[in-house]
C-alpha cells in the first residue's frame, strides 16, 4: 500500500540523485527497505509515477525536471494497432509523435496532455504526461484463459492490450463479452489493465451476437426512453380536414416509392407529369417535421441519435417505429402529409422554374430497384402500363441529368458495398458486390434535383449544408505522381473536377477501377455538415444540403423545420450557435454510423472466410506497402493480406511514390491491378494469404 513517509523519501533521494536516475534495487538499497516493505514501495512508486511526481523511464525513477508547457491532444493508436512501436497525438495545429514506452496508459481516442521534448526534421517527439479523459470506459472483446487466468481479447484492434478479468468464477473461453474497466495498468511495469465482466453477450462467431457486439462497443441505443415512448401518445394517426386544407393536394397525381426490397420506411416517392410545354417532376418527402416538434423528447432523441444505423438484418432506427415505419412511411393506398419539390422542365428538359409546398399525397405503388431495372430490362409486364409510361419518361429525364451532371464535373466511383446472403437460420452463406444499376441512378438524380433547391432556397439565411471541399493541391499532386508510374492521365485542369474525372474515365477497365477508385476517393476530403456554404466537390454543385431522407437522418429533420418555418412564414427556429452545434453531432454521429457498419461488416466477412481455409482465388492487388500487399479476390468482395516474408524465394524493395515492389534477387517487380492467385492460410483479425506460384 502507499506509504507517505516511505513517498517523502523517495522524492528527497530522487531530488539529491537527479543527474542519475535509479532503479528499484538501487532506491530499496538507498533506502534500507526491507523485504516486508517490498510490496509498500512498489506501490508508493507506482502511485508518485501516476502522479508525475516522479518519472519513470527504461525502468529508471528521477525528479521531474522543470515544468513543460503541456498541450492537449487526441491519442490515435492506430499504428500500435499494427503492431508499430509508435503512436500519435493529434492536436489542433499539428501531430506529436510518441514511442510506446512514452505512452503511459493512454488508448485510442482518449484526451490527454503531451509534453514535445523535441523537434527533428519538422517532427514533434513528446511523452504523454497525463490522461485527461477516457473516450470509453467499457470494452467489448472475446473471452480467453490462460493457465488459469482470465483474459478479454478487444474486439476493436486499436484497444492494443488485453484486459485482465477480475472474477471469483471460472469463465468459458470464446464468449463475447462486455468488460467495464476498473484499473487502466501501467505499462511501465507490465502490469496489463483490468475489469469486470458486466454481460456476457453469447459465443463469439454468431452474427447476431457480432452485431450486438458492435452496437455495445459503439453504446448506441437499442431502446427508447420511456420519455420518448409517452411522446408518441400525443401524435394523432389520422390527418385533420384543415390540415388537408391548408396543403396542396396531390393526392390524385400518379405517385410511387422506389425503394430497396429489404426497405421498411419509405421517405420518398415521385411523380412526372407531361405537357404541351414540358414535363413537371415531384419529389414528395415525408413531413416528419408536422410530428417531431423541437424541443419535444422525440427531437431530443433523433439529436441524441443523429441518424438511423444499418446492419445486415437490424436496423437502430432515429426515430420509434410508430414514425419512421407507419406515420410518415409513404406505404401505398394511405394518405400521408409530405412536403413537395416541384421542378419544370421545359421541352429540351431545362430546369425551367422549381418551388416547394406543404403537401398530401396518395401513393398508387411500392417498388424495389430490381423491379425498375427488369422493366428498363423489358423483363417484366407486370407494371400498370400507366405506371410503366411515367417510368419510361423519368428514364429519359434521368439519362439528361446524369448527361448534365458529368459535363458540370460530377465525380462517379465504382465502389460497389457488399451484400450479404443469409440462409433460414440466419447464417451467412454468400457475399456479393452490389450493382448500381439504372433505378439507383434515377432516384438518385431526382433527389439531388431537390437537394440542390432547397439548398439554394435556405441560402439566404443560416443553415446546415452538405459540404465536400477542394482537394489540397499537395494530396492532387502525391496522386499524380502514382498515376504517372501506371501511365494514367491526371494533369491539373482549370476546372479541378475536370481533373478527375478525367482520370476516373481513363481507367482502362475494371480491375483498375477496384485500385484506384478507392485510392482517389482516399485522397479526397471527407463530406460533412456545415453551416457554412463551401460547396460540394464530389456533387460539382455550389449548394447541396440533405433534405430527403428526414426519417434516418437529424440534418434532413432540422432543414424540414426551417422549410416549414419560411413556408408558414413564421420566424427562424434555430440560431446560428444552435445550428453549428447540430451540424457538428450530425457530423460525428455519421462518422459512428459509418464505422460502426464497417465493423459490423468486418467481423461478417472474416467469420465467412474462416469457413473458406485452405482454399485458392484469383484476385488483383489493390494496396502495396513495404512488408505486405492487399489482394481483392474476385469471387467475393473480400480483401486479404500477403506478407512479403512468406515469399521465400526473393527479398523486395518498396518504391512508395512508384507504389510496387521490386526483387533484389531476380528483379521480380509487383505492382497495383496486378492478377495473382493466392490461398487462405489464416484468418484473425484479417485475412492472410499465401501467394501461389
Known sequence: MFDKKLAYRIKNLLSHNNNYPLQIKDIAKSLKTRKHKHTDLLDTLFALTKENQILLKNKKYSIPSAPQKLVEGIFDARSLAKNKSFAFVICD???VYVSAEDTLTAFHNDKVQISVKYVKRNKKYGIVQKVIERHQKIIVGTTNEYHGNYFLVPDNARIHSNFNIITSAPLKSGKKAVLEVADWGNREMQKLPSGKITEILGNAGNPEVEILSVIKQYNLPLTFPENVLNDLDYIPTEIFETEINRRKDFRDLLTFTIDPASAKD???AISLEKNKNGSRLYVHIADVAQYVKVNS??????????NSYYFPKKVIPMLPEKISNKICSLRPFEEKLTLSVVTDFDNNLNIVSQNVYESIICSNARFNYEEIDDLFDDQTKNIDKQIAETLTEMRQLSSHLSQKRRQNGYLHFDLPETNFIFDDEGHIINLKRSKETESHTLIENFMLIANEFVAK??????TIFRVHEKPDRADFMKIGEVMKTYELSFEMLDNLNKSYQKLLNSLPNTNFHRVFDKMVLRSLKKAKYEIKNLGHFGLATKNYTHFTSPIRRLSDLIIHHQLKNILQKKQTLFSKIELYDLAK???EKEIIADNAER??????????MRKKLGEEYEGVITFIKSSFFVVEIDAYPVTGTVRLDSIRDDKFTFYEKQAR???RKNGRVIKLTDKVKVQVVK??????FKLVE
Not at 457 to 462: A, D, I, T, V
Not at 683 to 688: F, K, P, R
Open 585 to 587: 453531432i450530425a457530423s
Open 683 to 688: 484468418v484473425t483479425d484479417d485475412v492472410i
Open 599 to 608: 465493423d459490423v461488416d468486418f467481423k461478417n466477412k472474416m467469420n465467412f
Open 661 to 663: 515492389l521490386i526483387g
Open 457 to 462: 432556397k435556405l441560402s439566404s439565411q443560416n
Open 297 to 306: 423528447p422525440l427531437f431530443a432523441e433523433a439529436v441524441n441519435r443523429g
Open 93 to 95: 495545429d499539428f501531430d
Open 266 to 268: 419509405f421517405d420518398d
